[in-house]
Nanobody, 124 residues
Framework: VQLQASGGGLVQAGGSLRLSCAASGRTFSNSGMGWFRQAPGKEREIVAAVNWSGGNIYYADSAKGRFTISRDNAKNTVYLQMNSLKPEDTAVYYC??????????????????WGQGTQVTVSS
């Protein structure tokens, strides 16, 4: 079972990035999925989460209006579209899955599988 996060990089403030998280080994179409991030010297925090169908979504206050989480269950993939990026968005971004639990989850302890992380750096 593997979650592979990709799409990070270096972008100027105001720019956009689209992160992808592809699941392999098992189907995650019945699983709640989330994106978290950890900035240097800070604790890991939730950014966005989605239930199994995509019909129930949560955003952290820092992400509201700028980020969009979505999923394509046919491709076993969840996305995080990040627009209007700010230097304070700089962090390692992780995707996570609450395997076979279909609701939306905001606590890290609710997630069973984690991707390896992808670095997002926003320059001012």
């Amino acid at each position: 079972v593997q979650l592979q996060a990709s799409g990070g990089g270096l972008v100027q403030a105001g720019g956009s990035l689209r992160l992808s998280c592809a699941a392999s080994g098992r189907t995650f179409s019945n699983s709640g999925m989330g994106w978290f991030r950890q900035a240097p010297g800070k604790e890991r925090e939730i950014v966005a989460a989605v239930n199994w169908s995509g019909g129930n979504i949560y955003y952290a206050d820092s992400a509201k209006g700028r980020f969009t989480i979505s999923r394509d269950n046919a491709k076993n993939t969840v996305y995080l579209q990040m627009n209007s990026l700010k230097p304070e968005d700089t962090a390692v971004y992780y995707c996570a899955a609450a395997y076979m639990r279909s609701y939306l989850y905001t606590r890290q302890n609710d997630y069973d599988y984690w991707g390896q992380g992808t670095q997002v750096t926003v320059s001012s």
